[in-house]
């Protein structure tokens, strides 16, 4: 393969070019080093234009070689704090729709709320897609059982159903609050506790040991402002216009559902810290 350097007077190693392999290992580079990062700030920026036509080289060389169309998928870019996520797609949406492949790009959902965002999506990118948790409870309180079955095939799918009780099998869907990540966390917790006590499947009470440590971690963060606007979503099952509503959402205290209109819930752990403070414990 042709490989073409562009050079780099400074940062020990730092070298990247057209090919395939150097924009592979600039990418290594990148998540490792800090001093890498910063160079390539100050290197790229400016050449940019420059990065963006090699790389579309590499993708007509891609697809003419494979016959067939490039699809790349830029994930986790939807856990970068708030202030980052807008930057990154309002100052650089131009950018990151050149290259000319089909790319799918994670967003944080609170930057839904942005009006900056919205005009970028509508300006650069061909749509979105909105990827709201299941929905094990609906709005009225009632559950929903055909979305515990499928949680429950999301479990079954990565272990056996012997495992696992069915009673901490709901207690886990229902204490996730239908957040996927947040459901194989805590079955993954509660595996640990059976395993570290030398049992075959996982039973109800190692469930809840692992929810009490979520819902510690929520108290940790959580101030009483929180815990008000928390109550009012719980409540009315409505977005409250504070500014702290989106860092809640953002931290899943606050989850967002959908049938035909968007709504909103709290997240199970946090309802046994609003009831004690409601009880004047805390």
């Known amino acids: ?63 003419r070689e494979l016959g067939k169309k490039i699809l790349v998928i830029i994930d986790d870019l939807d856990k970068v704090n708030l202030e980052k996520g807008e930057e990154l797609f309002y100052k650089h949406g131009a950018e990151l729709t050149q290259p000319v492949c089909k790319i799918i790009y994670t967003i944080p959902q609170p930057l839904l709320f942005s009006n900056k965002i919205r005009q970028i999506v509508l300006q650069y990118f061909d749509g979105r897609v909105e990827l709201h948790n299941v929905r094990v409870k609906k709005r009225n309180g009632e559950v929903d059982r055909s979305s515990y079955e499928v949680m429950r095939e999301v479990a079954l799918r990565r272990m056996e159903e012997d495992l696992i009780t069915e009673e901490a099998m709901n207690e886990a869907i229902k204490s996730s609050g239908g957040i996927l990540t947040e459901f194989i966390r805590i079955i993954r917790g509660a595996a640990n506790i059976a395993n570290m006590e030398d049992r075959s499947r996982i039973e109800e009470g ?71 403070v409601e009880a004047g414990e805390g």
């Open 206 to 276: 190692d469930v809840v040991r692992v929810v009490t440590d979520i819902r510690n971690d929520y108290i940790r963060i959580l101030n009483r402002d929180d815990i008000k606007i928390l109550k009012e979503v719980a409540r009315t099952k409505e977005k409250t216009d504070e500014d702290r509503f989106h860092d809640l959402l953002f931290s899943l205290a606050i989850l967002e559902y959908a049938n035909d209109e968007v709504w909103y819930d709290i997240h199970p752990a946090t309802k046994g810290i609003i009831e004690r």
């Open 1 to 63: 393969m042709v490989r073409k350097d562009c050079g780099a007077s400074e940062g020990s190693g730092l070298e990247f070019g057209a090919g395939f392999w150097a924009i592979v290992n600039l990418a290594g580079k990148v998540k490792t080093q800090a001093t890498t990062r910063e160079v390539m700030r100050r290197v790229m920026k400016p050449r940019l234009s420059d990065l963006i036509d090699a790389i579309n080289a590499i993708i007509a060389d891609a697809e």
